[in-house]
């Protein structure tokens, strides 16, 4: 079994990715050093040398060798803990596929569209992307009530796997809420869903790990900044 000595997250405190895997490291009860990288500027040496391919946050070192990606993260340390704590994965091989098979919807189709909310221009325009935010949304409500099997979470009776890549996202769910005037996560549409998030934000591991909105948009005020000064200065 893996030691908590020498472990290393090079993240930031308002990604949802790095959120990820402080919450799988807080499920594990592995304790770690958090270095906060101020990805949106100019990146750190250290950051740039332990993932040279992506150059982007989060990385996991550990025993001084990189882990890169947040779901692979996660993967990474319900194995090399496998002591401490509930698992993450399900044990089951098809229930472990599924989990893999939605998280992976998540991070490449749902949280992109969602993503378009910030840059939609327009009433209709706008209509179009909750229309398509909503539609993964139902998607989901249908995942959930096939993975939770009646349970509290995903993961059955605590958070687990699909939890940690769903959830994450929820403080920039309600960014996107804000800004766009609407709300998309909706007890009326996905009652099931919608319970499931408000257990999830009050779940003790969870807590102090998910940002409140105002946060998030403090930070993204941050890194509109920044890159209007980059553009800018590369206009000059």
């Not at 959120?19 to 949106?40: D, G, H, I, S």
């Not at 249908?142 to 979470?153: I, N, P, Q, R």
């Amino acid at each position: 079994m893996a030691t908590s000595a020498g472990v290393q997250l090079l993240g930031s405190r308002a990604s949802p990715f790095s959120n990820r895997v402080q919450l799988a490291l807080k499920l594990k009860f592995v304790e770690y050093e958090f270095v906060e990288e101020v990805f949106y500027a100019n990146k750190s040496e250290r950051l740039l040398n332990a993932n040279p391919v992506y150059q982007k946050i989060p990385v996991l070192i550990h025993d001084e060798k990189p882990v890169c990606e947040s779901l692979v993260i996660v993967e990474y340390i319900d194995e090399a803990w496998t002591g401490n704590g509930p698992s993450i994965l399900p044990s089951d091989p098809y229930e472990r596929a599924i989990a893999r098979f939605w998280a992976g919807y998540i991070d490449n189709k749902w949280f992109p569209t969602m993503k378009e909310l910030q840059t939609a221009s327009g009433d209709e325009a706008k209509a179009i992307v909750v229309g398509k935010v909503n539609e993964g949304f139902a998607l989901l409500e249908e995942a959930f009530v096939k993975c939770s099997k009646g349970k509290a979470f995903f993961g059955g009776d605590d958070v687990g796997y699909l939890d940690i890549a769903l959830g994450c996202y929820l403080g920039w769910v309600k960014v996107a809420e804000i800004i766009g005037g609407v709300k998309l996560l909706d007890e009326s549409r996905t009652p099931g869903l919608a319970g499931w998030a408000e257990r999830f934000l009050s779940h003790d591991a969870v807590k102090d790990i998910i940002p409140e909105a105002p946060k998030l948009l403090e930070f993204m005020g941050k890194v509109q900044a920044a890159r209007a000064a980059a553009a800018n200065t590369a206009a000059d």
